[in-house]
């Protein structure tokens, strides 16, 4: 090895693995540390095997809408849920399998151990000093678990462990309700699990548009107890945990914890860099260039606790590799923010988010799904959808929903906000019938009745046949 190295990489995931991709391109004076198991949260804990749960969960609850159809037997379907997560694990290391292959082949330039900063452009890791022109911070992010709650370690589950386990309890509560504990409570419930499911705020999975998370709420509601807006305490009784929130109060055997994800920082020494950091002990991380300060230090993924989306972590990775092994870093423009929580009907917030233009003078266009004609022939015809644009130029500006194939729409919706389209440009396209997207095009003529009429040349003038079978 080098005595002083081009870059060191700290972290393995996902804004590890990409800034590694950049750096090999331009240097092989580098090192990539990792502390604890090699291979991405997202592959190992987070977004691969929660979706696998997912699918296998809204497959059997599927069987709910077959007497409507036709199909006669569907009480006579079972579940084996130990079959469920063995396949989650099975799959789940497969895609384990196919992100260290970036990894395995490094030999001496890959270290396992855990680094402490020692100062700008030093670091320790396994009893020896490293020094580096460029050090990238990508360490990511463990769950949270409040140190108050007296439970016992096998009563408290996270998404650490939820996919280790080898069955379910038939009882569970699950604390949170971001887009990790609303996935998870429906997925669970759906797995035939009694499920109860608590959130401190007034809103859930990073909905900030009251109507559209009310909506959301009331769905979810349908399907198992949700009581959102208290904080929730847990203790043991003889019958399992307690978990008391408000007034409500209720026993279950496991708690699924799903209060989000802090920066793996403690022990890594940034307060040896000399700068100023926050009450959370991070540092102020440019967005656009990654950089700490001005120091060649530059911090990625969940580590800098500004967007813990893998899209974003692979963005800022790439960032952080390409600024690290340049003489100075260059300014990047970030894509349109995209969300999506892969409940059933998918949540999704694109652009900007409604508390953001809550004061400011918007129009607001509505889709409501329960009479759309592709929605009601799936039986899927719930949810709704909010779209924001600028009243003068009918620039669509961002948009949240709870409805069916929003994972979808949200793309496109995330492509023409990019491109800074209008409402009338999206009219212009094509929508194909019957497709879901039908339902988007209902919101977009809602906010084209509040814009200055086009020419009737124009095709976004198209109206409505105002006919279920043809919207």
Excluded at 181 to 205: D, K, P, W, Y
């Amino acid at each position: 090895m080098s005595k002083i190295f081009d870059v060191i990489i700290v972290g393995a995931g996902s804004a590890g693995l990409a800034a590694l991709r950049e750096v090999k391109k331009r240097t092989r004076n580098f090192v990539l540390i990792n502390d604890g198991p090699w291979g991405t949260i997202c592959a190992r804990v987070g977004c691969m095997p929660s979706k696998l749960l997912i699918e296998a969960a809204n497959a059997f609850h599927r069987r709910g809408t077959f007497e409507e159809f036709g199909i006669r037997g569907a009480d006579n379907l079972a579940l084996d849920l130990a079959a469920v997560l063995r396949r989650v694990r099975r799959l789940r290391d497969d895609f384990v399998a196919s992100t260290l292959k970036a990894t395995d082949a490094l030999g001496e330039c890959a270290v396992s151990g855990r680094a402490r900063l020692l100062g700008v452009g030093r670091l320790e890791v396994n009893g020896r000093e490293l020094q580096a022109r460029n050090i990238i911070i990508a360490t990511g992010s463990h769950p949270v678990v409040p140190a108050s709650w007296r439970v016992p370690d096998k009563q408290l589950l996270t998404t650490d462990t939820l996919f280790e386990q080898e069955t379910l309890p038939p009882r569970m509560a699950v604390v949170g309700l971001g887009p990790i504990g609303v996935e998870m409570a429906q997925a669970i419930s759906r797995l035939g699990v009694n499920v109860t499911a608590f959130g401190c705020g007034t809103t859930i999975a990073g909905l900030s548009d009251p109507q559209i998370s009310s909506v959301a709420l009331d769905l979810l509601g349908r399907e198992f107890p949700v009581y959102p807006g208290g904080r929730a305490y847990l203790d043991v009784v003889s019958e399992g945990v307690r978990v008391r929130a408000g007034t409500m109060e209720v026993a279950v055997d496991r708690v699924l914890v799903a209060l989000g994800r802090r920066p793996n920082i403690d022990g890594l020494g940034l307060e040896r860099l000399g700068i100023e950091l926050d009450e959370q002990g991070l540092p102020f991380v440019n967005p656009h260039t990654m950089q700490v300060a001005d120091l060649p230090v530059f911090m990625a993924g969940d580590a800098n606790d500004q967007i813990p989306l893998l899209h974003e972590a692979a963005d800022g990775g790439y960032i952080a590799g390409i600024n690290a092994t340049r003489s100075a870093p260059t300014h990047f423009a970030r894509r349109t923010p995209l969300a999506i929580t892969f409940a059933d009907p998918n949540i999704a917030i694109i652009g900007s988010r409604f508390q953001a233009l809550d004061g400011k003078k918007i129009l607001t266009g509505e889709v409501r799904f329960e009479h759309q004609g592709r929605a009601r022939a799936g039986q899927r015809n719930s949810g709704i959808l909010h779209l924001y644009a600028e009243p003068e130029s009918g620039r669509l500006l961002g948009a949240e929903m709870c409805a069916p194939a929003g994972e979808h729409m949200a793309h496109l919706l995330a492509l023409a906000i990019g491109r800074s389209l209008t409402v009338r440009d999206l009219l212009r396209l094509p929508f194909y019938h019957p497709v879901l997207e039908e339902g988007l095009r209902t919101a977009l003529r809602d906010l084209a009745a509040q814009l200055p009429a086009c020419e009737e040349s124009d095709l976004a003038a198209c109206d409505a046949f105002n006919a279920e079978a043809l919207d």
